[in-house]
């Protein structure tokens, strides 16, 4: 059973552009969503975190978008540039042991 | 700073052979997981463990197995390596729940069972 659905499974966006990445997930006792960043030959990072109290949270480039009623949220990447080529997870937790559950992945393209 | 090591980076084994996987964290974490990364499926997690000797399953335990003797090091035991245990195994850490919800990985172990 796949808790968090992520979409597009790959994406190719020109430098400059707005690279979109959505998730939909369905256990509502989710608290904590964050968005992991994973260039080849290294272990995913913590990119970027909502919790499902507010709506939008922006960390320079990159923001994500969240709607508690539909279940769903949103990496948006602004000004994309090659460097943010990689893999992008995202991901939900429930409340005990920090224990995550992750969607498919986005392997993201930039080209210059 | 921030320290997951996992022994090795690449790893090539027979079917049938033990194979152990190692990972390190220096950051006197409670916290440790193993994950399996494969194309399309993105991160599964295979085990956990919230202390010293306590382990639980993840969503996908079967035909492997975890030890913790020590908080620093939790270690990923297939028993009896097949083929469809190849894959990027992925080690992860984080301090106790409400003190930080963010995990730390290493770089990871391709594993290849011929």
């Known amino acids: 059973q796949q808790q968090v659905k992520q979409s597009p499974q790959s994406l190719i966006v020109q430098k400059g552009g707005i690279s979109i990445i959505n998730c939909a997930y369905e256990?509502?006792?989710?608290?904590?969503f964050p968005w992991y960043q994973q260039f080849p030959g290294k272990g995913p990072a913590l990119l970027i975190a909502i919790r499902p109290d507010v709506s939008e949270k922006k960390e320079g480039r990159f923001t994500i978008s969240f709607n508690k009623s539909a279940k769903q949220f949103s990496l948006h990447i602004m000004d994309s540039q090659p460097g943010d080529s990689a893999t992008y997870f995202c991901?939900?937790?429930?409340?005990?042991?920090?224990?995550?559950?992750f969607g498919q992945g986005t392997i993201l393209t930039v080209h210059p | 700073d921030v320290k997951v090591t996992q022994s090795s980076r690449y790893l090539v084994k027979r079917t049938g052979e033990k194979v152990f996987l190692e990972c390190v964290q220096d950051?006197?974490?409670?916290?440790m997981f193993w994950y399996r990364q494969d194309p399309g499926l993105g991160l599964r997690l295979i085990y956990f463990?919230?202390?010293?000797?306590?382990?639980e399953k993840g969503d996908i335990p079967e035909g492997y197995s975890v030890s913790r003797e020590k908080k620093e090091r939790f270690s990923l035991i297939l028993e009896s390596a097949s083929t469809n245990q190849t894959s990027m195994y992925l080690c992860a850490s984080s301090p106790p729940g409400g003190s930080s919800d963010t995990q730390y990985f290493g770089p990871g172990t391709r594993l290849t069972v011929l």
């Open positions: 991901a939900a937790k429930i409340p005990s042991y920090g224990k995550l559950t």
């Open positions: 463990s919230y202390d010293v000797k306590m382990k």
């Open positions: 950051m006197d974490h409670e916290n």
């Open positions: 256990n509502t006792a989710f608290d904590y």
